[in-house]
């Protein structure tokens, strides 16, 4: 099943919602062109099309940010706080969770390395914990608690609950795996 009628009816509501044909969108730290009468989305550094699944993602941001991001609560939820994201969990934690305990459970301080990257900051949460920006408005919580004796691994990735007003639920997936791959 492919991207089209999602990528139509993003483009087609850019169209409706924005005079402006050539749009950029910052996505960890990098421009993404938007040409909205040619229907591409580019990678600024390699000039390569973006693939289909997170060229919805940008562009459901974008034009959630044309229309007006909500303001950022302060409070933290879980993927399973979405609408049905109790029952898409099992694939979340598989998607973007076990990968941050695969990279992180045994040192959870190795997290601290991805502050040398614009916006992100050392939060309180878990042994070791981040605070992500990978969209201007939409921070995104990474905590990782180590093994010890008793418990394994694990990890939390958290969303502010502006989170539910900006995507849907498998767009806040498909982020929070992004943001998991893109950990250094």
Not at 7 to 25: F, H, Q, R
Request: charged share 30%; with cysteine.
């Amino acid at each position: 099943m492919g991207y089209n009628a999602a990528l139509d009816k993003a483009y087609n509501k850019l169209g409706e919602i924005t005079d402006e044909k050539n749009i950029s969108v910052g996505f960890f730290s990098d421009e993404y062109p938007v040409d909205i009468l040619k229907r591409t989305l580019t990678d600024a550094v390699s000039g390569k099309i973006v693939p289909d699944f997170i060229a919805v993602l940008i562009l459901h941001y974008l034009i959630k940010k044309i229309e007006g991001l909500p303001e950022e609560t302060g409070k933290w939820i879980s993927f399973k706080e979405m609408d049905g994201g109790e029952i898409y969990y099992p694939a979340f934690r598989k998607r973007a969770v076990e990968p941050v305990i695969r990279k992180y459970g045994a040192n959870p301080e190795k997290l601290l390395v991805n502050l040398d990257r614009p916006g992100v900051s050392k939060e309180s949460a878990g042994d070791c914990s981040v605070k992500l920006y990978p969209f201007e408005g939409v921070p995104v919580l990474i905590a990782v608690f180590g093994q010890d004796d008793e418990f394994p691994a694990d990890a939390s990735v958290l969303f502010d609950g502006s989170i539910k007003k900006i995507f849907v639920t498998e767009d806040a997936a498909v982020l929070a795996g992004l943001v998991a791959s893109k950990l250094k």
